[in-house]
């Protein structure tokens, strides 16, 4: 099989987030058609460039990158193990987001994950956010918020943002009001923070197929 310079952009893709649906890859490949998505996948699968992540239980198989494939691509980044099935829903959602993100702002999302690899010293130091979006000279920590977390933890975690100069900003994007109610709540007056509502573009609309 000859890898084309697409097919090694996906393999980083697939890793900087840890893992993709077939529709999130048709996404990034620009919108085309799930099917044909679907059978470059299938190959570079067979290749053993990207592997299916089991999740018992679910309806969708994700994709990993394995090490061969990572290496092929001049990634430095580990490749990741395995998928957490707890936390799958909200990592699922955060890739759209970051797609959603970097097309409107036509802007580079760095994820937790690159930001660990690239700086342990500051990830020891400070609550790293789910991702942070670079946009000219302003660095906007990303915070995706679907779920409530304890009063005493979201305060905490806001007031280590506050003190991480590195951040200019810090957005929490939620999808509802209630969230959006519960974290302006937390934040009071903290000027750093910035409540975005989010509605999904869309692409778990292209889920049926994915373990083929």
Known sequence: MNLTER?????RCVNRFGFLTVAQVARFWGGIDFS???ARVRK???EGILKRAEMPHFDVRPLLV???GRLLAGDTLPAVKGIRAATYSHDSKLVDLAMDLEKKFAARFETEREYRWRRPDRASEFHVPDGLLRRENTTIGIELELTQ???RRLAEIIDSHAANLELDEVWYVVADETMR???HRIAGESSHIKIVKWTPSGTAAAQKG???
């Open 7 to 11: 097919d090694l952009e996906l393999v």
């Open 36 to 38: 044909t998505a679907a």
């Open 44 to 46: 570079l699968v067979d």
């Open 66 to 68: 394995t090490d061969n």
């Open 149 to 151: 977390k304890a009063p």
């Open 181 to 183: 109610g519960y974290v």
């Open 210 to 212: 994915e373990n083929n």
